[in-house]
């Protein structure tokens, strides 16, 4: 097995000048800047690596193309990072590619859900999904033509996704919804991230179960509001539906809560520098929403601080790559967000709102 | 006449009428030879703290915007903005900022509306690409293929029909809705458009041969489709080109407007005002005084005063850096500001490293035959910039070809001296055969050069005599600084540099004795003893210069020793590095040669050397390059050029 320094050192200074790159670009502030999404655009172009996404907005004038794009760059780039691992490190890189293509995944069918069950005029956003191999030998195209759930299953059944969509009948996507389907497939793929754990070295993996802890945690909190609150699915059943593990998860008294159906006076208790108690005490729905959002711009920058914890601690760790995979998705998403809100004509606030 | 100096400065501090700064700020733009710098910085006895600076950082924010906002739209219709020249700034010049902005904004919202065409046009040509690739590839059943005709006679049908259906007559054009149609679509439309044609009271056809007919007739007529749609799209595409160029002439206008006012305010930014008067200070190169003093009293009409002050008089702010090179040695000046800028007052660096570069670069890379590839792809590469400007700079990029060009001669004038002309030796060399001396094949009995260690020993003399120009740039820069401790007591001084002189001759009598004896002259023993001990006398100096404790610092003395001997003795020993890369380039070329002699036919041989030829262009061209930069930066250039200069930035079109 490689040591840590002859597997991480090379990827240490190629992905901090990367980041480095990002940050002294200064794109987001010069986008968020920019008063036309022509501008917006303009910005990118200055930047060598964004020129081509310029270009696709020159030749289709589309920003569902450049999300694409942008996406395909994510691809590209964790795929590239894999091929510099080895051992555990690779399969766990390779699971990173897996949520880009569960992601895809599940956009595929939330379009097939909205254009053949919802009835939506939708169909034409299947342009935007990605069909090429992302990990797995996925046949997208039939995916993509499904006309029922029957043929969904029958797509994905010589994958490792077939268990998580055969779980489901067409009766309960047709009752339910994708939630439970969804948040299923969220479980499996955290269970399989939490195992490559296991193989990792004592370094490496303590880096990972504290920067999983803190993302499952806080997946399972907005979870718990979102679902549990927004949606009033049942205590039961949230509680199976949660992602499993990060020290909330793992808490006996958590679970305990579930079970006396006082969870959320627990999660106030426990997470009591956010103001938890004014969104569990929210009644109209919109005013949850807003309260939501508002603790999970808390909680990402409480993740982003975490991120930062790692970029300056000991270099040679698997939380490197992980870092790395964060800033580059988050840098991705504020453009993808910058570029709609100029698309809508949103004001600079608005837009660092979502930011 | 050519000036081997920075240029010598002067700060211009002027106080004019307020009502005619603005004036004046066009003047000095026009002129574009003044580095404004902050009066407040100047060591002067008047108060400056309450009087208000020319202009706020958001009315240059504001002009930004503009500016962005017009180059995004030339960017757009894929034109440059033009070049602003200090002919377009009038007599009486204004921004007619108000008009500006309404201009922007009918463009903008026109490119918007393109855009957004070009948006539903592309999302269409996607939909129908994706059917017809499912009918090339024979993914039929991703398609509904439907052959039947409309039971209710309705008008404008075709606009009935969902928009992600194609919607064909067959056979016929001129058909009546009842008559045979195809429709084509995506299953997984159908939910979509069943309902719509059941309300239309489609029927599906039973003939089995029109059936059969329809599959090729959509298979053309989807291909063909889809070529009108890509057709639209670029037509579409079109026009952001054709609404930028229509309005191209009136940007232009208020692009130069946009340029001139932004760089006064940028001028104006720099003056302080009291309630009647501007005040501003920057420098300005000696030559350009007068010229700058006419036009200041001109547009003052008079009404200002204007103070010189020399260089050497003015404290607390540092003196820019200009350098008099002539245009044609932009490359050498450009590898020269990418180190540094040199001190004020100190020697111009760019001649010698012109020289030094060149004859380095044709040590290494001796050949006329690729040295003239090198110069015809300067040449060539150069000239399709110039031609086409919105060209993107690739691997070779417009700097480049200008310095290829150069180092193009350089090598061919280094293969005639070595006779090499694609490692061939056509003609008889000017100075001595490189190749052959490599290969051992050289038999010329009057020649000094026989082996090897001739040509190493030709290198170490070279490093030697360019170590010793750079001492000797350092001593005149400090002789004009009158830094008379470290021209005489630094190791790059007086006595490090006698050190490394009689040293250098020390070692060539050692060797020349088969390293038995070092000169026996007192010379020798005097050469290296007296500046040894000079060296000591630095620390006490230096606290005399000071003022203060007088101390001898024998640490510093013994670490200075150790970097003379250590740092010049690999210093010069770099240089063999010149030798190491020129015979490099010999054995490469002589592989290949020897290769190519393994190929029966002539074609084969040709295309070997062809490759051999083009490989070591490449290779050996830029490790050359590299090399020859890497000697100047860091044997030449650390024995004379500290770097501590500020870049002069004039305020003019080109700021």
Known sequence: MKSALTQYGFLNAKLRARMANLDESHIIDKMLDAPTLIQAIEVLRENPDYKKIATIYDESGDIQL?????????????????????????????????????????????????????????????????????????????????????????????????????????????????????????????????????????????????????????????????????????HEKLYSLLLPGGSLYDSPNFKKSFKNKNVEEFLIKRFSKYDLESIMEATDKSELLRRSLKLEKELAEHRKNVYKKILRGYPFTIGLIMAYCFVYEKFNNSIQVILNGKYYGWDRDRIMEVV | MINFFTKPMKLMTVVVNKTLSDKVAQGLLKLGVMDFINVKDLDIDIDLSKMQSGNSIEDLKEIDKFLNQI???????????????????????????????????????????????????S???????????????????????????????????????????????????????????????????????NPVLDKLGWIESDDVTSQKESYDQVRTALGTYCDKLKEEHNKIKNETNEIVSK????????????????????????????????????????????????????????????????????????????MDTPGALAPFSRIVNNFNTPEYGSVNPVFLTTIAFMIMFALMFADVGQGFVLLLIGFFMGRSYKKNPMKKEGLISSNLCELLIYLGFASMAGGALFGSYFGFEVFPPLWFNFHGVVMGTANDSTSLINDVYDILGITIKFGFAVIVVGLILNWI???????????????????????????????????????????????????????????????????????????????????????????????????????????AHVSLMAAFEQMSEMIPNLAGKILILLIGNALVIALEGLSAGIQALRLNYYEFFTKFFTGRGVAYKPVNLDY
């Not at chain 1, 091929?83 to 895809?104: C, G, H, T, V, W």
């Not at chain 2, 208020?254 to 009647?276: A, V």
């Open chain 2, 477 to 583: 820069n400090l002789a004009r600084k009158k830094d008379w401790v470290h021209l005489l007591l630094d190791k790059y001084g007086i006595s490090g540099g006698t050190i490394f002189i009689i040293g250098y001759w020390g070692a060539n009598v050692f060797v020349a004795s088969g390293y038995k004896t070092f000169p026996s002259s007192p010379l020798f023993t005097y050469g290296i003893g007296i500046p040894v001990f000079a060296l000591l006398l630095k620390a006490p100096f230096k606290a005399a210069i000071n003022k203060t404790k007088f101390k001898i610092d024998i640490m510093d003395w013994f670490v200075d020793l150790l970097e003379i001997f250590s740092g010049y003795l690999s210093n010069t020993l770099s240089f063999m590095r010149v030798a190491g890369l020129g015979i």
């Open chain 1, 66 to 234: 450049i999300e694409k794009s942008l996406v395909d760059n994510e691809v590209g780039m964790r795929k590239e990072l894999s091929k510099y691992l080895e051992d555990y490190a690779k399969d766990f890189s390779d699971l990173l590619i897996m949520k880009l293509e569960i992601n895809n995944l599940k956009n595929i069918i939330r379009i097939w859900y909205d254009n053949i069950l919802l009835g939506g005029n939708v169909g034409y956003r299947m342009n935007y999904v990605i069909k090429y191999k992302i990990l797995n030998d996925i046949p997208w195209e039939a995916l993509i033509n499904a006309v029922n759930w029957e043929e969904i299953i029958k797509a994905l059944k010589d994958t490792c996704y077939f268990e998580a969509v055969n779980r489901h009948s067409s009766e309960d996507i047709r009752k339910n919804g994708l939630v439970y389907f969804e948040m299923e497939m969220d479980v499996d793929y955290y269970k399989k991230l939490l195992d490559s754990l296991k193989h990792m070295s004592k370094r490496d993996r303590m880096v990972a179960t504290d920067v999983l802890g803190v993302d499952l945690n806080i997946k399972n909190i907005l979870n718990i509001i979102r679902y549990g609150k927004y949606y009033d699915i049942p």
């Open chain 2, 123 to 193: 999302q269409k040509y996607h939909s129908y690409a994706e059917m017809n690739n499912y009918m090339v590839q024979g993914k039929v059943p991703y398609l509904d293929i439907r052959v039947g005709g409309f039971t209710k006679e309705e008008s404008d049908l075709k606009n009935k029909i969902p928009s992600s259906c194609v919607f064909l007559y067959l056979n016929n054009e001129n058909s009546t809705p009842s008559s045979p149609h195809i429709l084509v679509s995506l299953k997984r439309d159908g939910g979509k458009i």
């Open chain 2, 71 to 121: 180059k995004s739209i030339y960017s757009q219709g894929g034109i440059l903005p033009p070049k602003v020249k200090s002919i377009d700034i009038p007599e009486n010049f204004d921004f007619r900022k108000d008009e500006c902005r309404v201009f922007l904004y009918d463009i903008s919202n026109q490119l918007a509306e393109i855009k957004e065409r070009q948006k539903i046009s």
């Open chain 2, 247 to 322: 309005n191209s002439g009136q940007m232009d206008v208020f692009f130069r407007e946009i340029q001139i006012y932004k760089l006064c305010m940028k001028i104006k930014s720099s003056f302080i005002n009291t309630k009647n008067t501007s005040i501003f200070s920057g420098w300005v190169p000696t030559d350009k005084a007068k010229g700058i003093e006419t036009i200041v009293m001109d547009d003052s009409k008079g009404q200002c005063i204007i103070e010189w002050t020399e260089a050497k008089e003015v404290r607390g702010v540092p003196i820019p850096v200009e």
